[in-house]
């Protein structure tokens, strides 16, 4: 049983790895298609398609960890491994915030507070988000500023005294994971504060249905629904994500084990790769285009056949 463990998670990563390619590929050709089409494409869809790019190459990159991981230790130089860890955060910071700005965007355009200060950020909720993703960059600054002097540390062997070379390698190291655990942690903050504030609203919205005497079947509820359901997935999923990326930083030194890493790029990938597909049926437009393409491809298989 143990040595099929590589064998299984292998067959794992490649299935996760197609259908988050695939989930991705779809949503970005879908918008890109009706961007050409209509010579327009709306705020959501851009953030959808910037989204399911960034997460195209962070699977891309998710792979080739995966394959030096198992196949050939010794794939890359200390070089290559540099760039791809670094194109491994850029991707995966804007996988983590442009998400997060999508949860926000739902926010502001589907509660309805009568606080003067949301009717503000309400009404400038595009400049929110792009606002927000433009702070955001001072975290990825910072990260690869950390990646690099601890990519150079790891890389390098200095002379002179072995314990204070020692300790200032744990420093470096140390210092990564503290501004990693900021940068999952403010996002999953701002994601969980929006989540809360969607169901505070949903609430206040199904009383005063109740008090005119309407069911709660309305258009409005089910907007809310559906915005809570893609944040809840993105919460959940980017649980999974956050503590299989702390885990496997804090245990690559104690935990050299091929089989862990695998296990922990397995759960990883999850993220990238599920939910996009709950992206797909939670958008009306992606969803239909998604069945158009299914019964297209059935009728294809019959001709085949």
């Known amino acids: 049983m ?92 804007f996988s983590l915030w442009l998400a997060t700005s999508l949860s926000i965007f739902y926010l502001l355009k589907i509660t309805n507070f009568s606080c003067f200060s949301f009717l503000h950020l309400k009404r400038k909720a595009k400049r929110v988000v792009v606002m927000m993703l433009w702070w955001s960059l001072v975290f990825l600054i910072c990260h690869l500023a950390l990646v690099s002097a601890d990519e150079k540390m790891q890389m390098n062997e200095y002379e002179g005294n072995v314990t204070w070379v020692t300790n200032l390698k744990n420093i470096v190291h140390l210092a990564h994971v503290t501004v990693l655990t900021f940068v999952y942690f403010i996002p999953f903050t701002i994601s969980l504060t929006a989540f809360v504030l969607l169901i505070f609203s949903l609430w206040k919205h199904l009383k005063r249905m109740q008090i005119s005497g309407k069911g709660s079947q309305d258009p409005s509820s089910k907007v809310h629904v559906r915005a809570m359901q893609t944040v809840i997935s993105f919460l959940l999923l980017f649980v999974i994500h956050v503590l299989t990326q702390m885990i496997r930083v804090w245990s690559s030194i104690t935990l050299p084990n091929n089989s862990v890493l695998m296990l922990f790029q397995v759960l990883g990938i999850l993220y990238p790769s599920g939910h996009s597909l709950i992206l797909i049926w939670e958008n009306k437009k992606l969803r239909l285009a998604f069945l158009s393409f299914l019964w297209k491809l059935r009728c294809w298989m019959k001709k085949r056949k």
């Open 2 to 93: 143990i040595k099929l463990l590589p064998s299984i998670l292998s067959f794992l990563e490649i299935v996760e790895f197609v259908l988050g390619y695939f989930s991705n590929s779809f949503i970005a050709l879908v918008n890109c298609t009706d961007w050409v089409k209509r010579q327009k494409l709306s705020y959501t869809d851009r953030i959808l398609t910037a989204l399911a790019v960034s997460r195209i190459i962070l699977l891309w990159v998710t792979v080739f960890n995966w394959y030096e991981t198992v196949f050939d230790p010794a794939f890359c130089n200390s070089e290559l491994r540099v760039i791809v860890h670094i194109a491994w955060v850029v991707s995966n910071h």
